[in-house]
């Protein structure tokens, strides 16, 4: 058998170390070899039997004598499994005299040459790999992305009479994304966002009006002022559940995915978002009848009685939104005028929390109202208690709102 047939069919190379106290020669290591391990194992593992058949190759010795004693290694190739390797590897360590000498033999190691050439292959299909890339010149570079813009494009869908730009799973996905134009669309398909919208101009077409109110909707706009205008027009015609902007200055069709799926990911419920930005000024109160955070009732009571109390029934509206948000946590917060969160609370510390805290104007949790915790919100100076349900209240300070949903 050929050393290159050996090598393509072995798996194991069986590494074994011997010493001998005398000098001995290569064929006096392989003839112990045989000799000794002769009717110790099954017929099965027998040496001779193994390399006439070819499952185990060529013995290889590398042996040198030094003061009259010779030191050396043994190599056997093995095209049996793990386990059968092992017990050939264990029977050499029986051997003890090699032709007239006392000898010693340890195995050291068995190499697995598969795991071996695999390391290979990664190494050089990691210099294949870099060399393509190196080859790949800023013209081919512009071809690549001329041929995915095209596939992008390919994508694009359309979305009603005014045939506005869309992802393709626009007409099935139960939740929308409204962005402002075309690249937006092209840039948020790239990331593999499908489910996108663009109302083309600050005007928002009626289509996306009706569109929002079928659908859960997000809308996505530019950190800029060009943003704040289409989210303004978006709340006053549609019904928008979520908004998230890109980061201040930066535009949707220039994000990178990170960028993309951040935004994405931290969207807000579009009443916390109004609470926290001033979006729509005094100018567009007007406009509110549009928002769902606004009921018809809302609306009518708008038109009879000082803007300060509709403000102040939206914030408990919103306040009950955020409450929803800690259903099932055991968790609360409390809030400053803004409304903004600046400590997130177990219920189980809240007496303590409100007892120990400097400032507050709401507490928001996911439990019950007693008249312990009325007590001490109202030496507290907080203004609002927000939770599910209260229990036994008998004093209710005149300067806190309890605020449930029962």
């Not at 402002?180 to 489910?195: A, F, H, P, Q, T």
């Not at 079928?214 to 015609?237: N, P, S, Y």
């Not at 209260?390 to 004093?395: A, D, M, P």
Request: hydrophobic fraction near 35%.
């Amino acid at each position: 058998m050929g050393k290159g047939e050996e090598l393509t069919t072995t798996k194991y190379l069986i590494h074994a170390q011997i010493n001998a106290n005398g000098i001995v020669e290569k064929p006096d290591v392989v003839g112990a070899v045989f000799g000794q391990t002769e009717g110790l194992l099954s017929n099965d593992l027998d040496l001779r039997e193994l390399q006439r058949t070819g499952r185990i190759g060529r013995i290889q010795v590398n042996i040198h004598s030094n003061s009259g004693r010779a030191k050396g290694e043994i190599v056997i190739p093995s095209s049996l499994d793990r386990v059968e390797t092992a017990i050939l590897a264990a029977s050499l360590e029986t051997i003890n005299r090699v032709g007239p000498c006392e000898a010693q033999i340890q195995t050291l190691k068995v190499e697995d040459v598969r795991a071996v050439k695999r390391e290979q292959v990664v190494d050089r299909a990691k210099e294949i790999y870099k060399n393509m890339v190196e080859s790949v010149g800023p013209a081919s570079m512009k071809m690549i992305e001329e041929v995915r813009e095209a596939m992008r494009v390919h994508e694009i869908s359309e979305y009603g009479d005014d045939r506005l730009p869309a992802g393709p799973s626009i007409h099935t996905s139960d939740a929308i994304i409204v962005v402002e134009g075309r690249s937006d669309v092209l840039n948020l398909l790239k990331y593999g966002i499908k489910n996108t919208v663009a109302v083309e101009g600050v005007s928002v077409p009626q289509s996306i009006g009706e569109l929002s109110k079928k659908r859960t909707t997000t809308a996505f706009v530019d950190g800029d002022r060009g943003g704040e205008l289409i989210l303004k027009e978006l709340l006053q015609i549609g019904d928008v559940d979520y908004i998230t902007r890109a980061p201040q200055g930066k535009e949707v069709e220039d994000l990178e995915k990170d960028e993309v799926l951040v935004a994405l990911r931290d969207k807000v419920p579009t009443a916390q978002f109004l609470a926290n930005h001033n979006i729509l000024s005094e100018s567009n109160n007007s406009h509110r009848k549009h928002d769902k955070h606004y009921s018809k009732k809302q609306h009518q009571k708008f038109k009879k009685e000082p803007v300060e109390e509709v403000i102040e029934d939206d914030e408990v509206t919103l306040m009950k939104d955020m409450l929803k948000e800690f259903e099932g946590t055991g968790n609360g917060a409390i809030l400053d005028e803004a409304l903004n969160m600046t400590k997130e609370v177990s219920v189980e510390d809240i007496y303590e929390e409100i007892k120990n805290i400097e400032s507050a104007d709401s507490v928001i949790f996911d439990g019950v109202i007693s008249q312990r915790l009325v007590d001490v919100a109202a030496k507290k100076g907080i203004k609002n208690l927000v939770a599910f349900k209260s229990i036994n209240i008998v004093k209710k300070p005149h300067n806190l709102k309890i605020i449930t949903i029962e």
